[in-house]
Structures are given as C-alpha cells and as structure tokens.
C-alpha cells in the first residue's frame, strides 16, 4: 500500500509538472525561460515530455502491474465476501464484539425470528438464516456495494495506466532506440525530410502535431516537436484551409479567430467543410482538429532600404515576403535578409515603458537617452494603444553572425511627439532595443534620411565646414588659410565620424589620442565643432524645404533637431547599413492547427469515471453486518444482538444503538 501511494504521488506530480510545463518545445525557448543550469536538470530528468519520458511509463507499468496483481489475488475474495453472510458465527465471537446487546424475551423464538427480520429488513438489511440444535443464527447485511468501491477504484487506476500507455508514445522511443526512427534537426521544407524522419498513418497510433497552414493551402502532414527535434506524421486525409478569419476588440486585441477547413478523403464523396474555432474543434475518424493559433501566412511587403552610411538621398525599394529570404550587396558585402514575421495589430498597455535600458556596445555603455528614448509607449487615455502594422526580419551577415529587427510602419507617439520605430538586438534572450527616428511635420522620415544623406555627403559637409569656419576666423580677425583648412579637415573628419559611430566614436578618438588631462577640453571643443556642422547643415535643410520663417527656428523644429541627433548617434550601435521602411503590404494569414489522435484519452476517461465511482463508494457506503442468535428459555428466547461495519466504527456504533434502543423500545411497549 505505502508503494502504491508513493508511486500515485510521484505520478500526480508528474502530470501536473506536463501540464504546467508546456511539453516539446524547442531547447532554445527553455534555455530563455529557466537559464542553461535550469535547462540542463529539467532536460536530464526529461520534464519537457513527462509523458513519454522512460521513468514516466516504467512507473505507470509498474503501477499497473503491481495493482492488476492486487486485483488478480485480492478481487475474488471480495466478491465472495460481498455473498458471504457468515452464519457460522458462534456465540463467543458474538460477545467480544464492541457493538453487542442481550436480551430475554417472552416470546417464542419464531416470534422474536419474525420480529427482527421483519424490523431490519425495513431498515435496508437483507437476511439469511441458520438453524441448528435449537438455536437460530439471522445474518443481516447492507451496503455490500462498497466492496465494490474498491475493486472499481483499482481497476479505474489500472484502465487509466492503460490509457496512459497507449497515448505515451511507447512505440516511437522504441524504434528510435532501435535505430529504426531518427529525429530530424535541421531547418527543412517536409518534403526534404528523410523515411528514417516521417511516419505512415499507421505507424503512430497517439500523437499531438502541429502545423501552420496558410490560406488556399493544403497539407496531409503535420509535425510532432520531440526534444531537439521533430518528425513528420502523415495523414490518412488531408486538410485545407480556405479561410481564416480573426475579429478584434476596439482595443485591437484578438476577440475570436476561426478557419473554414475542407477535408479532402479518398472515403469521401465529396469534401467536408466545417468551421472550426477556439474550443471547438473537428472530429473526424478519431482524429480532433483544434484551431490553436494564427500566424502570417506569408505577406508580401513593399520596403524602402534607406542607405544609412552612405550620401544616397534616395532609398531603395524591396520587395519582401514572410519567411523568404533575400540577399542586398551594401558596403559592407552581401547581407541575407529573413523575414520572419508581420503583424498588423501590436497593442500595448497604454502605461507600458518602452524599452529604455542600456545596450553594450564596444565595452562601454551608450545610455537611453542614445539608443532609445524613455517614456511611455503611446500614452493614452485608454487602456490599450496600438502601435499598428509591423515587421520582424534577421539580417545575417556572411560570417553567419545576425540581428533581430522589428520595425513599425507608421510612427508612434510618445511624449507629444511622434516616432518611427526601429528594435535591435543581437539574442534572442536580450529585449529590443528602440532606435527612435523623429517624424517630420508631414509625419514622414523623408527630413531624417535627407539630413542623414547630407551629412554622408563629404562634399555638402566640407563646403558647411568651410563656412562655418571662415565666420569663425572673421569674428576673430584671422586670416590664416593654413589654420582654416586644419579646422574644415577637423570638422569633416569629426561629422564623418559621429555618423559611422555616434558619441561614441568621438570619445573613443580621444580616448587614443589625447593626454587624460586635456581630454575634457579637447572633448568640449570637438563637441562645439560637431553642433555647429550639424546646426548649420539642418539650417540649409530646413531652408531648402522652405520651412524657415522669419523668426527663425521653431521650437517644435528646435525639439526635432535634438531627437535627430539622438538617432544619428545611435546609427553606430544599430548595426545595419540601411533601414527598412514598410509602405505597404497585402496580408495574407495562417491559421495554426493542432492535429491530435488520442485512443487512450476515453480509456484515461473510462477510468477517471471508474475511479470516481470507487472513491464515493468506499467512502460513503459501510458495509454493515449484524448477527442475531435466538434459543429458547424457559416459556420464552434470549436473543443475542451483535453487529460490526468496515469503517468509522463511531457512526456505526451509533447505528447499532440506535436499531437496540427501537427493538427495546418495541418490546417494552408490549409488556
């Protein structure tokens, strides 16, 4: 028993750990979540598949077997003592019996037979009789059900083991440990996919897959997530998906999403439609069909790539699509860009802050108000802000090395003021940093990526250094050509600088060149020469556009310059050499579908009723006996009344009295 108990424990906590614990995802997401020790440890003790882990379904055989030889040894027994009224009882074993009475009646013993059995079988007793030598020997007997309690309880826990096994995918880690099954790891279309990696629709009688099944499309496959890798279970039939559709809340949450499915089979006349949505899923030949999830089903994009490091004053259009890949020659060779992903709705929390923490670059730290701008992302007065249509893309270099990117198309207000997102980061385990691009009065980026463009172009920038330079030296009466052309090498080389590398640059510049004690002042000086190119290149810009009135700067255009410096001097962190901006896209979604076929989920179910019904039996039924002996005495019988229940002596022991005092009750009336 104490065995058993453990072992139901140790099986408990195991099934809530495989529920809680979501089952069979990929490494890389458990290494996120719990860190490289945690990892390690689940991984060794198998939690990320408790079902089908070796322990898990030895200690279900186990538990299986040791109960089916309780039953085997223990259950006739029962059945028989379910039967068995034990009229052999004799008087000796009468008295030592807690709950015992005696009597002396003055009626005849047929009379006190016909008394009591009539008495008791009101009250729910059944009886048998015995007489011998005289004396009479009444069996009465209630609740022998609850014999049954137990034999259903170890049975229902003997069918759910069943169950378990059925569903534990016995017979895959039996062919993979055979060599006969080989998990396929590495990132291909199903097609390419190996025998030794696929499985027949007879060759997996249990399994949960998934797959992702974009609109107009069909597939007689899904894909089953086992550890590090994955396999490909066949259909007997196969589905398609005509449409998907997702309704939204105001806020722009997901409401409800539901796909039209056509079941196409060769046992089909003609194909089944059904809807399936959240909860309610298609049922066809054993096999159930939950709607999980969404997902993009492969849009295509229309992109301008604005050249970050380059005087190009034009961008250049792309084409992408989700899931594809394209390569761009950029100076600094042959980029592969991923598209990973779109999103048309990204709704926020309107008091979330966006990610203002500080990112790592060259070993220093280049703080927020650098990379990322703090705030709340889109304050608003409602509970929800959506930031509207995005993308993610992986730009890889040929080395292999990538970063992850997530741009928005239109821009976001924070603070007052509006922003074209750009996140970063180089791991997945990090957040995105924010690379924020201040929008123009026409809520366009085309200002920052002229202004960026001019201060690439050597030629624009020499010609403001010179100027800038020249009212320096004539404020201060000097005319030395010598020192005027130091001065415009120093500031064209300083703004060349701070548009590769940022602040940054600069200070690491001085850092290599300049004595520790004069590197404050050269700082500041370098800085003064920095914002004056900068101030006047954005002066002629913002006169080019003819946005100059004749008070001068705004200060609404004063805040702008200061946000465009804060992006230009996070262009070196940014790591790309252009910035993608979305222009338009023509969704096209996914629905994800979880296939599942489960045969030993009704006997799991069978035996959870089975177990129930035991479990109330046992407990609220007692099996009663009470013994009558009746002998003749005299003109009259001397009665013996005993009796015993198989649980909570205390409320029995009540019961007993209870029967006596209304037998004494009725024979004391009668005198």
Same mark, same amino acid.
């Given at each position: @028993? ?32 719990? /860190? =490289?020790? $945690? ?15 070796? $322990? ?23 059945? +028989? ?40 079988? !009101?009250?729910?007793?059944?009886? +048998? ?71 027949? =629709? ?51 949450? =997901? ?48 992109? !301008? ?35 990973? !992903? ?82 970063? +980061? ?112 954005? $002066? ?30 996070? @262009? ?45 039996? @046992? ?5 009663? +006996? ?7 005495? /005299? ?37």
């Amino acid at each position: @028993m104490n065995l058993a108990i453990t072992m139901l424990v140790v099986i408990a906590v195991a099934s809530v750990i495989g529920t809680v614990l979501q089952q069979n995802q990929p490494y890389q997401d458990y290494i996120i979540k719990f /860190g =490289p020790y $945690w990892h390690a440890i689940f991984k060794a003790l198998d939690l990320y598949d408790v079902y089908s882990a070796l $322990w898990f379904l030895l200690l279900l055989g186990f538990l299986l077997l040791s109960t089916s030889v309780c039953i085997y040894r223990n259950g006739p027994l029962m059945l +028989r003592d379910m039967r068995h009224y034990r009229l052999s009882m004799k008087e000796k074993s009468l008295r030592v019996m807690r709950n015992f009475r005696e009597w002396t009646l003055n009626d005849s013993p047929e009379a006190v037979e016909q008394t009591f059995a009539r008495y008791l079988n !009101n009250k729910g007793y059944r009886v +048998r009789r015995k007489t011998a030598e005289g004396t009479t020997v009444m069996a009465f007997m209630k609740g022998h059900m609850n014999r049954l309690g137990y034999l259903f309880t170890h049975v229902g826990i003997v069918v759910i083991c069943v169950g378990g096994l059925m569903d534990g995918n016995l017979n895959l880690s039996m062919k993979e440990w055979l060599g006969k099954l080989k998990l396929e790891t590495r990132d291909i279309s199903a097609s390419e996919v190996p025998d030794v990696s696929r499985l027949g =629709p007879r060759d997996n009688w249990s399994f949960r897959g998934s797959i992702t099944l974009p609109e107009d499309s069909i597939s007689n496959l899904v894909f089953l997530n086992i550890r590090d890798g994955y396999l490909v279970q066949e259909l007997p039939f196969a589905v398609e998906l005509k449409e998907f559709r997702v309704r939204y809340y105001d806020s722009g949450q =997901p409401k409800s999403f539901e796909s039209d499915l056509l079941i196409h089979d060769d046992q089909l006349d003609t194909p089944l439609e059904k809807t399936i949505a959240v909860n309610h899923p298609l049922i066809y030949r054993g096999y159930a069909i939950y709607q999980a999830s969404f997902a993009d089903g492969g849009t295509k994009m229309a992109l !301008n790539a604005w050249p970050l490091f380059d005087a190009a004053p034009e961008p250049v259009e792309l084409v992408g699509k989700v899931n594809a890949r394209r390569q761009i020659e950029t100076p600094d060779g042959t980029l592969t860009i991923e598209f990973e !992903n779109f999103q048309q709705f990204n709704v926020f929390p309107a008091e979330q802050v966006s990610a203002s923490g500080e990112m790592e670059q060259g070993g220093e730290a280049v703080s927020g108000t650098d990379m990322v701008r703090g705030g709340e992302m889109g304050r608003s007065d409602k509970k929800f802000v959506n930031f509207g249509p995005s993308f993610t893309f992986k730009l890889r270099r040929p080395s292999g090395e990538a970063r992850e990117y997530v741009n928005y198309m239109a821009p976001v207000e924070q603070e007052g003021h509006y922003y074209f997102l750009s996140g970063m +980061r180089e791991r997945q385990a990090e957040p995105f940093r924010y690379l924020h691009i201040p929008a123009d009065d026409k809520m366009s980026i085309d200002r920052f990526m002229r202004f960026h463009a001019w201060l690439n172009d050597k030629e624009r920038v020499r010609r403001i250094a010179e100027q800038s330079a020249s009212q320096a030296m004539s404020s201060a009466d000097t005319q030395d050509e010598d020192m005027l052309q130091n001065i415009v090498t120093s500031m064209v080389r300083l703004t060349s600088e701070f548009t590769r590398g940022g602040y940054q640059a600069i200070d690491q510049r001085i850092r290599q060149t300049v004595p520790e004690e004069q590197q404050m002042q050269v700082a500041e000086t370098y800085l003064k020469i920095l914002n004056s190119v900068l101030e006047n290149m954005y $002066w002629e810009l913002l006169e080019n556009e003819g946005a100059v009135a004749g008070e001068g700067i705004t200060a609404e255009q004063d805040r702008w310059f200061e946000d465009a410096v804060n992006a230009l001097a996070s @262009m070196g962190p940014y790591g790309s050499p252009f910035y993608l901006q979305l222009t338009n896209f023509d969704l096209r979604e996914a629905s994800g579908l979880q296939i599942t076929r489960s045969p030993g989920k009704n006997v799991v179910y069978l035996g959870c009723v089975m177990l129930i019904i035991g479990v109330f039996m @046992m407990f609220y039924i007692t099996h009663q +006996r009470l013994w009558v002996m009746i002998r003749p005495e /005299g003109q009259g019988s001397r009665v013996m009344l005993a009796g015993m229940g198989n649980r909570n002596q205390r409320d029995f022991s009540k019961v007993f009295d209870t029967l006596g005092d209304e037998l004494e009750q009725h024979y004391a009336s009668r005198q």
